[in-house]
């Protein structure tokens, strides 16, 4: 079975990267005003010549390792396969045992939306597996909502603890518990977590395991922190959000050379892969209506537009074509701040539409560094915690295509 090494593994990353930083590291918004200066001309062509099944193909190789073209030019072919080794990793060893011997699977995990039944329904077995072989006392579910992790591992004996912040959430988890009969009560506890002192209101002394599964921004560092300080605690993260970290919970292990910027750290956010090949053309039209809102603003106004005039707009969620009129008709009130209005679509047609064309091309190439980025975050959490003395592991646990946000630490107090 594939191994990590997590330090080999972190530092050849960052080194890579940093070899690298000129095609995911733009200046300005997919490398405006001047978006291909760094993209290799045969890479271009090579964009320009391919269909959107092709496109599609080689966007989702880091998650299928499969499919690339005879005729892609060497050097991208290299990139690419570099970008697959390098953020490669084992899966988490599951067994579907629980789901067969446990009802609440059948009656109510896998009767869930489909990403959050194949979610419990992996992570439910592994982590039950873990409290009844490391005989765990205090099962700790952070930000859990309304506990469908606690209640897929509620056939263990342990104390079982539930966290969040919203009091109307925990009271649906223990109502769960109840109406399904579970042998014991869910603990239920109202905590808005800012800082890693929220374990200290539990008073842990006997062996524990926190989890947490797509815990948002800094919560997840939180939760590391406090599991890094308590011996008695075993962790099991799954990051999410990460553009909403902040600098001071970035570069935790000291060995990352680049400061991650908010467009770098919505990069990691990019799909794994593509539920459909018209999920992965619908997103590259949208972007390139995007791309050109932020062109007109710069052209009308010679400044850079503020993130929250481009979230205004309406992008459709099915975008056949790049109609650019018809995107204005749908958002005419927000357009009316361009004056003259009428110069818009003449504008568009004579400066902007090529350049905002050629700003997807930037990043679509630039999307192809997503895992590593998102990686190069787990990579140095996993390291730090490693530090503290916790045999460490980062593994795979689900379907990219059904839960982009895959990866998880796993660290044991042994």
């Not at 309304?146 to 649906?172: E, M, P, Y």
């Not at 590391?224 to 300080?229: G, R």
């Not at 993130?307 to 969620?317: A, M, R, T, W």
Request: net charge neutral; with cysteine; proline share 3%.
């Amino acid at each position: 079975m594939l191994t990590v090494d997590i330090h080999s593994q972190l530092k050849d990353l960052d080194e890579f990267l940093d070899c690298h930083k000129y095609l995911w590291q733009p200046k300005m918004l997919a490398g405006y005003p001047d978006p291909l200066r760094n993209i290799p001309e045969s890479w271009v062509t090579f964009y320009r010549n391919s269909s959107i099944d092709q496109l599609c193909d080689l966007s989702v190789f880091k998650s299928t390792g499969k499919d690339l073209l005879c005729d892609m030019p060497d050097s991208l072919r290299q990139l690419v396969e570099n970008l697959f080794q390098l953020c490669d990793l084992p899966r988490a060893n599951i067994s579907s045992d629980l789901i067969e011997e446990d009802d609440i699977y059948k009656k109510q995990i896998l009767k869930l939306s489909v990403k959050k039944a194949h979610e419990f329904s992996l992570l439910g077995p592994y982590i039950k597996e873990h409290l009844d072989r490391l005989k765990i006392k205090n099962f700790i579910d952070v930000g859990g909502g309304k506990g469908f992790l606690s209640l897929a591992v509620s056939s263990c004996t342990c104390r079982q603890i539930l966290i969040d912040q919203n009091r109307n959430l925990l009271n649906k988890g223990k109502g769960y518990f109840k109406r399904w009969k579970r042998s014991k009560d869910l603990e239920c506890h109202e905590i808005f977590i800012d800082s890693d002192l929220f374990l200290d209101n539990f008073m842990l002394t006997e062996k524990s395991l926190i989890a947490g599964l797509h815990l948002c921004g800094d919560l997840s560092v939180y939760q590391i922190s406090a599991a890094s300080k308590n011996k008695d605690v075993n962790l099991i993260n799954f990051g999410c959000c990460y553009h909403r970290i902040s600098a001071s919970n970035l570069n935790l292990s000291g060995m990352c050379r680049h400061i991650l910027r908010p467009t770098d750290l919505r990069l990691a956010l990019s799909p794994f892969a593509y539920k459909s090949m018209d999920t992965f053309s619908n997103n590259q039209i949208k972007n390139h209506y995007r791309y050109a809102l932020y062109c007109l603003y710069q052209y009308f106004f010679n400044e850079v537009p503020a993130k929250s005039f481009l979230n205004k707009f309406d992008y459709p969620v099915i975008a056949k074509v790049a109609d650019f009129s018809e995107f204005i008709d749908i958002n005419l009130n927000n357009f009316n701040c361009f004056n003259p209005m009428n110069r818009v679509m003449k504008v568009y047609e004579d400066k902007i539409s090529e350049l905002a064309s050629e700003m997807e091309i930037f990043e679509f190439f630039r999307r192809l560094f997503s895992r590593a980025i998102e990686l190069y975050i787990i990579l140095d959490r996993a390291k730090y915690i490693e530090n503290k003395g916790l045999s460490t592991e980062v593994l795979q646990f689900f379907d990219g295509r059904v839960s982009p946000r895959n990866i998880g630490i796993v660290a044991l107090n042994l």
